[in-house]
């Protein structure tokens, strides 16, 4: 550990240690501090910044476990994560280059779950050092003790007695502060900051925005006199205009820009956000945000309008989902088109509510009692996040189908810049169709091929049929003949294979041809499985990856993919054995659930790599997990 | 005239409905122009449509050609029901380029209320009738002899219930001097919804012969209470009259008694002397009515239904009524 | 699109005037037991039918699953016959999306009270303008005599062969409890007269409708409502203006009570005094909110919904 200049008193400009001028590719900041400390705010304005001066940035938010934690606790830790870089950043990366953090406390949290780089830069407020509280001191010394463990270098900051000197109550403006620090290290646009900082307070005062820019000016000089180094991450300039914003609201945003017009929703983390951003706009988009008695009702009020008009939307997580069920079960039954989505978090049961997992792949697809054949879609990325929900609702409309997408905390919580959409009108539902029926138009006029049939909606003269989810007739009539329950099943399935027709192969990352190991995943870990492809390949290795979109029906040629490849690992952030456990042998290991459902549709041997740390996956474990596969001989 | 700064807040209060009629001639249109490109276009262009609603996560995952095979377009194409369809959607399309035009008119110099009314809503009839048209030929149920009609201007005489219920809210501008309440009685059913922007000598009351129980009128200076008029689910006749006119609000939702519904807010004396075509005794007779349907009953029934029953309330219903009847000669109910 | 919807209604009936017979709302043919009450209420509806002129393609009956479930299939409407317990949430979907749609919703006992429970006090709450009919027979009739909610205490049935254990739940003091329900209603299949004037003041009235319909199961509890029918004096009926009043009755049913139904007290009182079975309106109140009317939002056209998509991607921009 380096200490620079004593713990407690001002630090002088550095020598010896870091250049003047550190030039990196990318580099990871945390900002961490008691909650209402505004540590998040600080955060934000600033992975704002670096968006808008031309970097890639993936913020994650650091939650604190609970609602109101008591301060200086390590359960307390609450900020933000900016991984910047010179290039796109598609994943929240390995570990943090540089910390600013409020009190000790919040910094061993983040030491303490591995989240920082053994040679960590630590910007550390150094009031406690020398609080009248003599447990404050004892707490302090004991952590400094704790991570002098490691190379971390630690630079002590004034940031209360600094702040002081302009305000009188700097809880409010240390994170003001310390984003004057962070823009002079990485040398950040202070013009783009006063402009971020108008729009973060715009409902403030001007008081409140002048206030705040002195704080940052203050920051960024006391950096300037006592910080002998800079850190450059050289932006890119944008050619295309981007946006930047969270999984969750890109989700919110394609529903609008699908044209869906009700959202039945019943709170809860990590799906909510979807629906507090929808609630806040989307009656001016003539749209409804109902939050109704619980999970069943949302996806009943959702069917409910969807029969009787345009698609319409339910959104969830795992243990939503479960009480979902059976009505799901009747949507597919009835064949009323309906889009679910399910924003994945750790389980089961009420599990890791904050957390990411995807562990609700087979649940999603087989939770359904009976034969209950329905698509599932996994977005990628943020961007997919958004333009999913269009291709979800047309899916939905002209398959007669349940569209369930699924996506998880890490894009829900994730924020970086996309594209902006060029949006289209086509995108969005057609108005409801009432032309009237003809004489021999059924409710399920089944097309003897493909299973797919028009659907009548009430409202249509001459349509007046009961729809039931008992086993039906295509005049919709219960039927309990074996005939007629067999014909119907095959209808309801044969649209999956439909659909599968008009698919394309996926596209493998990497090698065409293959190799000695192909990467399979799914949903939010793209970017870091292909970080870590990156990775290996520049050391030689002869390894691809392939990441699924449609996970029901699959993506047709998946298997010839799979069988170019000398062994295959499915990587997913959900529970698996590991071969090596007690107790666990080839035939009793349970798998990771793309590897199951792999497996059995491919008849390949693949292996899985699954953790559940609650976490999103880090490139560099995921890069340990692929050498050990290639140079292991095991699992092929 | 139309450049009056109350014709905007008029639109203002009439919002929804008229995004609900914009709405439906919108919704028409998309379906018939749908239709219409799905019968002419290649498979290159379906295909290319498809790409389109499917959006961009389906690009280079979803093959749009042949996913447009599977959703061949339905109905039939016969040349003469797309020719037939055009048309509807020319009308459609005519309806929907007009901007607030549609739902503002002006009684000029030499026209009539009622005549002016007429000219506005058969614009709007027009509309009904190419939806309906679009709809028949979507649904392959087209027939030259009995539907071409469809498209001819239709005077609101001539529309049936439903079209009644959905006619387009008007905002009318005129001189006092124009307005007659008899032309206005001739509208008042479905849901029309009818706001008069007044200007110039005006009698007091000009409204009062337009109550019926199920009638909303109001007479309003600065617009206030306006916002109740779309929301009602009925026919509403409103006039933004100018300072010194009566005040008052009749809504039907008040309660089954015409004190209820009925609340005046200044009510002021007849002039001396005639306005136009309209006579002193007519302009008294306007103020008399609304006195009388106001006054309230001196007694009121008990809770439990004991009690005296209410003295007058209902006779000032059955007054009105009677009198409006004998007033318009609609005694047969039309 | 409600536009469209009754234009095209009209032109499909060739402009005709001519009235819907309440044949015209025949469906497939009833399969209920012979003798079972829900054949008399399939009646009254096709008679309330006929009476309000609705128009059958926009007329929606929703249904949970149950012997009485099978009502929608009986009739020429739409119908959509759905799972056990939760024909509330697909109406109030159906309402508050498509509001100019006529949806009425038919539920069993235990449909309602047991398994649907939550969505029965939620409906009542959110006030949303439906036709709400709970066919009572006190016993789950398709599953074959299991206990319901409302069965009375010590009846033998096939889960409770003993006897039920527990006092029956009374469906109408707790719709009266719930906050902002505006109709809760009693009627009896056996008193066709009295069944149809109540569905329709239900009808009638603007928001949720709460209708408990008391009915005979032949097969499997033909001896709890037996008493009642065969003597009327076990029967009240609430009489009001603003509630049901049926003249050709009153000769039989004597006792006659009047009862202002916007008095909740004296609501509750008749909903929880067992001296005799009260049939009539007990509540009403038109000036409670409902949910669909105060959710309603202005239509947007796609493109006026994309103008304002880019001014919220503007916020987000980079
Ligand atoms: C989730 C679920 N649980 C149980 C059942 C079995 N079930 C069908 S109908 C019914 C009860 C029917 O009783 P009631 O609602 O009173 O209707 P009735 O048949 O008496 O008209 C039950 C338990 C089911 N269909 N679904
Ligand atoms: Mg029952």
New interface residues.
Partial sequence: MTISAGTTSAVAPQTGAPPAHLRVREHTIEIVSDSGEGAQKCGQIFA?VS??MGNGIWTVEIIPAEVQPPPRVPEGASGNRIRVGAGPVTNWGDQTDLVVAFNEQALLARHRVGALAPDAILLIEEMWATSQDPAIVAAWEAAMEELSTREYRIIPVPMQEQCLTLVENPRKGKNMFALGMLAYIYDRDMERIRDQIATAFRKKSEAVYDSNVSLVNLGYQWAQEHIGFRIDVPPAP?DT?????NGN?AIG?GA????F??C?MYPITPATSVSHYLSE?F??????V?Q???E???????????????V?LTITSGPGLALKT??L??AIM?ETPLVVVDVQRGGPSTGLPTKVEQSDLLAALFGQPGDAPHVI?A?ATIE?CF??M??AR??AE?FRAVVMVLTDANLATGVA?YP??T??????A?????????DSDLPYAWEEE?G?S?RIV?????????????SHDERS??AYSSGIHQHSSAMRSRKLA?LQ????PP?VYGDEEGGDLLVVGWGSTKGAIEEAVDRVRADGLKVSSLHL??LSPL?PGIKAILQRFTKVVAVEINYSDDPDAPYITEENRRRGQMAMLLRSSTLVDVDSWTRVPGEPLRPGSIVTAIRERVLSGGAA | MLSDPRVAVALDALAQPIAEFRAAVEGALTQASGFLDAHHASPAIRASRAAFELGEFATGRIDAGRFATLFPPLGSGDPASLAMLDRAVQTLEAVNGEASDLFVTEVTEGRKLGATIDAALARAGQAFGAIVLAELIRAGRYDAATHDRLLDPAEFRTWNRAERRFAPPLVIVLRGADLHSGALTDFADGRAKLVLVVSGPCAPAPLARCITPGTFVMQTVDGAGLDQVASFDGPAIVAMVPEGCTTFTHDPRGGAEGWQRLSIGTNAVAPKAPIDGISVWQMAEDVRLLTDLARTPFSVPARDGTGTPAIGAEDAVDRVTQWLLGQTGLQDGA | MSLSCELLHVIQRKGSDEPYGMDSYEGARARWCAGCGDHGILTAVQRLLAAEQLVPEQTVFVSGIGCSSRFPHYLKTYGFHGIHGRALPVSTGIKLHRPELSVFTVMGDGDCTSIGAAHWIHALRYNVDLTVMMLDNAIYGLTKKQTSPTTPQGTVSNTQPRGSYLPAMNPLSVSLGVTNASFVAQTAEWVPAHLYATLRAAYQHKGTSFVRILQRCPVFTPEIFASAVRDPSQIALLVHDDGVIVPEIEKIYKTQIHHDPRDLAAARHYAESDDRIHLGVFFRDPSRPRYEETRRTTPRTPTERNTRLEEEFDKYAV
């Fill in positions: 704002a968006a808008k944008i205009p981007l946006v930047v914003m609201e945003m609008i820009a699908a044209g017009e009700l039945a706009v009656e001016r988009f003539g749209g409804v109902h109704a008695e619980d069943i009702a949302a996806a009943g009020v959702a069917i409910g309008a969807s029969y009787a008009g345009k319409a059976e009505f079960g009747l009835t879609v977005p997919e333009h999913v269009i291709t047309r899916i002209t810049p902006r959409p949006l289209d009108s086509q995108w969005q057609a108005p409801i169709d009432l032309a009237p029926v003809g493909t797919l028009r009430p409202g249509q003269p001459g349509g007046m049929f009961t729809l039931t989810g008992l009539k219960v439909v027709s008009v698919l394309t596209v979109r449609f993506e």
